[in-house]
């Protein structure tokens, strides 16, 4: 399929928009390696991606952390790996039924990592890092598992289309959620794009990623963007087991058929969609506004 993006000045780019699916390890005309990527990836930055699975009356429900505290658990290419790794484990699991993402000390995810970024600022390399989320959180959404973003502090840019890959959002009141791929002279390309549509539709999905507009609680929940709130002074993972009760008084293997359904039904056209996304992020990754933004740090302003 062909499309032409039309710039300034009367110019076509013209580009094919192969099918990136996000089950296979295809990508445009050449073999997508995710071993390969994965490789490539682990070694740029720290941080971490941990898997927990819980005990007692929350068994059955999995958590994944995510650490970079002194990035607000921005993502180094270390940890888009680590959590692919999570994923993979995941899909193993047979007797999951539910799963919470949240990131430690207080913030969700602030995003890609800058410093990473800056490292791989091509176009090649960006579609590399775009193709690789796009099926990784795929994969995360994909999971017949009911999941939960627990959502405190800052959650930025790739944070935000990383949380729109759950099922649920859960929100702190002194938390926020914003769009800033403008600010990064970008657009979203790890299927935020997409999943922002499909969720509020394509005037409230402009309005967020043009405007770059902050999303507290309370906004969050009158967009039909944030499912619930997490409560003041009750532990984090205590209180999306609280939420999550209710869908866990189904059996397991229902739960997780009943998931499946809705997972087929929302993926009927999601494939082409993040084709396109992934495309335009990628002739704008390393491309002027994107390099000025980057040199003027304008992500957290």
Known sequence: MRFHLVASGSLALRRTFPRLYCSTSRMGEKSFDEAEIRNKFKVLGKGDVSLTKLRGDCKGIAVISLCNPERKNALTGYMMVKLAEVVDELEQWQ???????????????????????????????????????????????????????????????????????????????????????VKMGLTPGWGG????????????????LGKGEK?????GRQLGLIDGELLHGQDVITSCCDWLSEFLHAHTSVLRGIKDVVSVGDDSRLE??????????????????????????????
């Open 193 to 208: 794009g997409a999943r922002l549509v499909r969720l509020l539709g394509k005037q409230k999905a402009l309005q967020l």
């Open 95 to 181: 007797n999951g039924r539910a799963l919470v993402l949240f990131g430690s000390e207080g913030s969700f995810c602030s995003g890609a990592d800058l410093s990473i970024i800056k490292a791989i600022n091509t176009p090649e390399e960006g579609n590399l890092m775009c193709a690789f989320m796009q099926r990784t959180l795929c994969r995360l959404g994909r999971l017949p598992l009911v999941s939960v973003a627990a959502i405190e502090g800052k959650t930025l840019g790739g944070g935000a289309e990383l949380a729109l890959a759950c099922d649920f959002r859960l929100m702190s009141q002194d938390a926020e959620i914003r769009f800033v791929q």
């Open 215 to 219: 999303v507290d609680l309370s906004y």
């Open 272 to 301: 082409e969609e993040l084709d396109i996304e992934r495309s335009i992020f990628t002739s704008l990754f390393g491309a002027e506004a994107n390099k000025k933004a980057l040199e003027q740090a304008k992500k957290h302003k």
